[in-house]
């Protein structure tokens, strides 16, 4: 099965909320080896002028992750997991994701492209926080392997 063309323009719900805890932000940032005091010291964060750590500018794929979950999920989208390779991520930002923040993510299908038997789904999550601005775009590029 291939992937469904029509999921093109295609916008899902909003994900329920998430709640950027600090130690998750620590512990992202210990992960990806982010060596910043501002992700990791509350203190260190204040004193940059941010309410408290900071998460390194990936983490958003935490909160991108239950969008792209409800992509894969979808019955009529074609796109088996199991022949699924991440292919590009981008992220766009109007400001830091900080411990604190509430965040509710919004994904829109962008396009979906056939290259040489295989697909291409570009997805945006938009994010925002409580008051509804705008936090950062996630834009992943999925590519669908055609069968063998």
Known sequence: MSVNPELQGRVFPPVAPYLVGREK??????????TSPINLDPEAARAAGYADVVAPPTFAVVVQE?????????????IDFSRVVHGDQRFSF?????????????????????????SMVTAE????DAAGAHVVTATSTLVVRGDE
Request: net charge positive; glycine share 8%.
């Open 125 to 128: 999550s938009r994010v925002v």
């Open 66 to 78: 239950a969008t792209l979950a409800q992509l894969l999920a979808e019955p009529d989208a074609g």
């Open 94 to 118: 109007s400001r830091p994701i900080v411990a604190g923040d509430l965040l509710t993510a919004t994904l829109t299908v962008a396009s979906v492209k056939s290259l040489g038997g295989h």
């Open 25 to 34: 932000v620590r512990e992202f940032a210990r992960a990806v080896f982010a």
